[in-house]
């Protein structure tokens, strides 16, 4: 697949998760063969006044390329000049536009799926970005507010004024995360425009994978859940799109020694404190399943002090 100038060849995207898709985890995804990911939704807003928090979600590693920077906001002044600032101060190769996130604190603003709503602001908006960016722009929608009635005409009005790619969430704002991903949607979206479809929504294993590729005609998949505690989903896709085997499922050895990377990762971006903190959620889906999950997670839950932490993940143990 290829966004613009940027090829991405096995069309694998990894999907932006606020307090997830860090800087330390989009760095173990990248060791498992992730060749596209984006950073964490970042305020358009918060870009222009410099907000320190924002920025510090903009920290890119130097073997994450190509990258894209995510962006929202319903403001196209302040979203074009976000543009501007972020292309003078960060390394990346795509910039994108959140019309998807579904959060009360966000569309109450009318920002992310609030702009599915309002075809004309989106147009704007995009519109903007496209005049302030030197780079390739995609868009990551959902199929609808309450329904997926406007939603060709929303895609057709993406393309006309310049997106590079559309990547689609299938559920509409209304499900949140209920019900399942509709990707006879996305199918009907991928046959109606001419750039590329990113499809995106429940994909966990690589079957999964396989199927709604096969299915639906997507340029490229994009995953986001599936991925939490489970990076080797990527190693999965990508190793089978390359060889066609899918490799065996890690053992708690490999599982143990990419939880240490990550905590390393995070420490090296966030501090110990911080690092500790973030990495008890990453390591209760990195242990789901094993024998003696529950009284890890308890203990690491408990502390806050990096030997214990390593302690308690070496009791890991195979199922
Ligand atoms: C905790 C969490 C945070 C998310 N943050 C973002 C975000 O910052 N930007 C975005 O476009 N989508 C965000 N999403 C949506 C995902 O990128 C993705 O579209 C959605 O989870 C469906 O894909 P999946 O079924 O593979 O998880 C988030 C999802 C979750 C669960």
Redo the contacts with the bound molecule.
Sequence with gaps: MKIGNVEIPSGLIL??????TDFAFRKICREFGLEMS?T??VSSKGIYYKDKKTMSLLRIGKDEHPVGV?IFGSDPFFMSEAVKRVQDTVEYEILDI?M??PTPKIVNNGDGSALLKDIDKARKILEAVKSASHKPVSV?IRIGWTDSDGIIDFVKMLEDSGADAIAV?G?TREQM?TGK?DWDTIKNIKSEVNIPVIG????YTLDDAIRRTDESGVDGI?????TRGNPWLIRDIISYLKTGMKPDKPNANEVRDVIMRHLLYAIENKGEHRAIVELRKHVGWYIKGYKNAAQIRNKINKSSDIEEFKNYINELLDN
Aim: aromatic letters at 8%; charged letters at 20%; glycine letters at 18%.
């Design positions: 999907g932006p998760m606020a307090g997830v984006y964490e939704m995510q959140n998807g996130c990551k969430h559920r995360y991903a995106n929504g429940d994909i994009m995953i986001a859940r599936g």
